[in-house]
């Protein structure tokens, strides 16, 4: 058995832990960067893609941006329609309905009259006297119109038309726009008329209606000449 020498070095004695080497590091850091590359990578997968999304998928965002847009313009739009309300015309005033003039007598009412349908009402009032629309709308008569005289028809908005006859003179021309409250016409005694009157007619689809509920409906109580202005009841 070989006696170790104490002259010797004791390849043993005082070792030491190599320390890694850089290239280890090194490599230690690469890994981690293709790890961290690899999770963004994933994460950008979990984005929707145009190219890759199936179309129902597409259509549903679409769709989403759309509703949010619609509702950003009926936000707008309620807006505008409060501040119209505020500086505008009201409803109220958009869908006036007036006398069509005041100081008259109400005479000969919608019906029956010496064996005939008479289908207006007579509003007696002295030759000359100013009449006024009803209702905004659209001249579609003026001028002579057998035994109504001279007269003036305007159709409203709805479909209904008012007809005023025996006017001593007409005022407005055949497809003038009118509102509630122009000037149409002079109170006359023209055509089958026996004194001094305008006859107001309702028509609504071409069959006549009787003026007084046809018009009370719309807050004017023609026979005792009250109106209904943006809400409020106005007597004359």
Same mark, same amino acid.
């Given at each position: 058995m070989r006696q170790r020498l104490s002259s010797e070095p004791d390849r043993y004695r005082g070792r030491r832990r190599v320390p890694t080497p850089p290239r280890s590091r090194y490599a230690a850091v690469v890994t981690t960067a293709f790890v961290g590359a690899g999770i963004v990578a994933l994460g950008a997968n979990a984005l929707p893609d145009a190219k890759s999304v199936s179309p129902s998928v597409l259509d549903e965002l679409k769709q989403a941006s759309i509703t949010s847009q619609d509702a950003a313009a009926r936000a707008d739009s309620a807006d505008v329609a409060s501040r119209d309300g505020r500086g505008g015309k009201t409803a109220a005033e958009q869908d006036t309905?007036?006398? /069509?003039?005041h100081g008259y007598d109400f005479q000969? /009412?919608?019906?029956?009259r010496w064996g005939k349908l008479h289908t207006g009402i007579d509003l007696v009032a002295p030759e000359g006297t100013p009449y006024q629309a009803i209702h905004d709308g659209q001249v579609t008569k003026a001028g002579w119109f057998g035994g109504y005289g001279y007269a003036v028809i305007v159709q409203h908005p709805d479909g209904s038309e008012a007809i005023y006859g025996h006017s001593s003179a007409v005022t407005v021309k055949e497809g003038q726009q009118v509102k509630a409250g122009d000037q149409l016409g002079l109170v006359g005694n023209t055509g089958h008329s026996y004194g001094s009157h305008l006859h107001l007619e309702i028509h609504v689809n071409g069959e006549p209606r009787d003026p007084v509920p046809w018009l009370g409906e719309r807050g004017v109580d023609i026979q005792l000449?009250?109106?209904a202005i943006y809400g409020e009841v106005a007597a004359s």
């Open positions: 309905w007036l006398l /069509p003039l000969s /009412p919608y019906g029956m000449e009250v109106e």
